[in-house]
């Protein structure tokens, strides 16, 4: 199989012989670095087809074209990718199961923007076998897996998105998702408010039909509280990051694992011994350092909130200001949700070869603008790998131009994925079938009993048997047998 592979690595550079050969070339003998998970997609998924999807005729086998992706003839690529990601999705497979009789979505019409991968897929493919109609965009540029997209558009969704998306095409999928002749949405489902956002700003009256928002990030649930707060929030919207179940396994285990195969993908480094700051000592943050303090990386967290910052220095990691380290640390990585937390000086400051990384949701955190000068050089070196070279020959290795490294360089922990998805499909039945007056136009918590039924979902793929309370016992601890186990305010 070697020779084969190597004969395909030749077809792809002399299909470009013209001024993309050498960047064919190295991209495809570097497996990591290719636009698709799968090897089979990566032959046929090249970056360097110059048409836009925009511009492209496709239709799927059933002849519709309602929806824009890279190549629909990736679809059965897609299909695998998302069969292989059901198989650690057992709590939304068993959820269809459970509403094989009755359709808790039906007549749901979901609008919805997240990463589009093989694990938001099998969401996706839930809501539509719970009754609903789906219309999908990508929240981030870079995180769509195009073969995934192919195979939903296949299925029937329309999805516009692709891997690359310019700014301008970012927008344009979110319009042609919203705008649509005969067709109008009842339910959001948002991630990073931008969906949120545009329909505020363009089509408000959508909000007369809508029943309720569900948001799955930090930087979106920020933008819901602050409409709320303004006055202008016109429906109820369910905040799906504060709930327990997102913020410990979503926010906590998924970077804990993920942070270390973006990094190791997109740059091959060693850690051990490396000297790294993560700024922010949030869940994101905790689970980021626990991965990088076992491979043998020295940690150092920034931090504002104090009892953030005594966590940090609890668990062993030298709480420092960015500037104090700055010139000798290796790695800077970012999770605080923020702006601006790395700016022009400090980037001016990092050593050479300093690697420069974000694990939140915007692409704010790093200052990126502040480098498109023209006295530093940017040269591309793999798929989201830039190098910014200082006049004096210094560089900077940064990864996906400041955006959320995980999903913008390789993948998440599907099993995780599972957890946040189910709590996104049970937040949407919940909206969507509440009576009217139950929710106000503000922003609410999933409850208690929501998040111990997700996690109650995931045990049996761990075999764990949970103990029950007797009569007496339960008594005593003044609760109810079957949960909730924690208080609201817990």
């Known amino acids: 199989s070697q020779q084969i592979q190597f004969a395909d690595d030749m077809q792809e550079f002399t299909k470009f012989p013209t001024k993309t050969g050498r960047r064919s070339l190295s991209r495809s003998i570097s497996q990591s670095s290719t636009d698709s998970y799968s090897s089979a997609a990566s032959y046929t998924d ?20 309602n929806f824009c992706v890279k190549n629909i003839k990736q679809a059965e690529f897609g299909r695998r990718e998302i069969e292989i990601a059901e198989q650690d999705m057992s709590a939304l497979i068993s959820l269809r199961k459970r509403a094989q009789g009755e359709k808790p979505l039906a007549g749901a019409k979901i609008v919805g923007c997240t990463h589009i991968t093989a694990q938001t897929a099998v969401l996706i493919e839930t809501l539509c076998a719970l009754g609903a109609q789906c219309r999908w965009s990508a929240c981030n540029i870079y ?3 195009n073969e995934v997209a192919a195979a939903l558009a296949e299925a029937g969704v329309a999805v516009f998105a692709w891997k690359g998306e310019s700014e301008d095409d970012f927008w344009w999928c979110i319009d042609r998702c919203v705008n649509v002749d005969g067709w109008q949405a009842n339910m959001i489902l948002d991630d990073g408010g931008d969906l949120t956002h545009w329909v505020y700003k363009k089509y408000p009256n959508i909000f007369k039909k809508i029943r309720g928002i569900v948001e799955e990030s930090v930087t979106g649930v920020h933008r819901l509280y602050q409409l709320s707060k303004a006055g202008k929030l016109c429906v109820p919207a369910m905040n799906v990051n504060d709930s327990v179940t997102k913020q410990k396994f979503d926010n906590l285990y998924c970077c804990r694992e993920s942070i270390l195969d973006g990094l190791k993908r997109t740059t091959d480094v060693m850690f051990g011994g490396k ?7 949030g869940e994101v943050g905790k ?4 991965a990088l303090k076992a491979l043998g990386a020295i940690v150092y967290v920034t931090e504002i909130d104090p009892i953030c910052a005594l966590q940090a220095c609890m668990d062993g990691f030298r709480v420092v200001k960015l500037s104090e380290v700055i010139r000798q640390v290796d790695v800077v990585i970012t999770c605080t949700g923020n702006k601006n937390v790395v700016t022009r000086e400090h980037l001016d400051r990092m050593k050479n070869s300093c690697i420069v990384c974000n694990m939140g949701h915007s ?3 790093i200052d990126v603008t502040s480098l498109r000068t023209p006295e530093l050089t940017w040269e591309r070196v793999r798929s989201q790998v830039d190098h910014v070279i200082w006049p004096d020959g210094k560089r900077v290795v940064l990864l996906a131009e400041g955006r959320l490294l995980n999903l913008s360089c390789s ?11 189910t709590t996104q499909a049970l937040a949407l039945i919940e909206l969507y079938n509440a009576p009217e007056g139950r929710y106000k136009q503000d922003v609410y ?3 208690w009993k929501m998040d111990e039924y997700v996690a109650s979902l995931h045990l049996p793929s761990f075999d764990a048997h ?4 007797t009569d007496d016992q339960a008594k005593y601890l003044g609760l109810n047998k079957n949960g909730p186990f924690k208080p609201n305010y817990y």
């Open 275 to 281: 000297q790294v700051v993560v700024c922010g000592y």
């Open 445 to 447: 918590l999933t409850p």
């Open 411 to 421: 993948t998440v922990p599907t099993f995780v994925l599972s957890i946040t998805a």
């Open 46 to 65: 090249s970056s360097d087809d110059e048409v836009s999807p925009r511009e492209k005729q496709q239709t799927n086998s059933k002849g519709s074209s």
């Open 143 to 145: 995180s769509t897996q």
């Open 287 to 290: 689970g980021c350092c626990a």
């Open 466 to 469: 949970l103990t029950e309370l």
């Open 363 to 365: 692409n704010t955190e």
